[in-house]
Nanobody
């Protein structure tokens, strides 16, 4: 059974930074394209960024230049470095396999507020 455990969220002021982590277990991580998603209150879950096994990345326009996705294949872990955070980045952040999702984890709350 696949388990996704996200961590690293919190309360941060506008302009601040956070680094999210996601540990994947119970499945074969190698060769999998991973993504970070987010869901703000009352809104649908949106794709934020993806990274494939070779390190090629994609970013939504809203986070391009501010967020960086990376992975450590030896640790079955995906990261999201978030800089220059804005109030509109406030959401619950989730990681998952891109396109054909596994069951979702609990996510990690990110709140950007002064």
């Amino acid at each position: 059974q696949v388990q996704l455990v996200e961590s690293g969220g919190g309360l941060v002021q506008p302009g601040g930074s956070l680094r999210l982590s996601c540990v994947v277990s119970g499945t074969i991580f190698s060769g999998t394209t991973m993504g970070w998603y987010r869901q703000a209150p009352g809104k649908q879950r949106d794709l934020v960024a993806t990274i494939n096994w070779f390190g090629n990345t994609y970013y939504a326009d809203s986070v391009k230049g501010r967020f960086t996705i990376s992975r450590d294949n030896a640790k079955n872990t995906v990261y999201l470095q978030m800089n220059t955070l804005k109030p509109e980045d406030t959401a619950v952040y989730y990681c998952n396999r891109y396109s054909t999702n596994w069951n979702w984890g609990q996510g990690t709350q990110v709140t950007v507020s002064s």
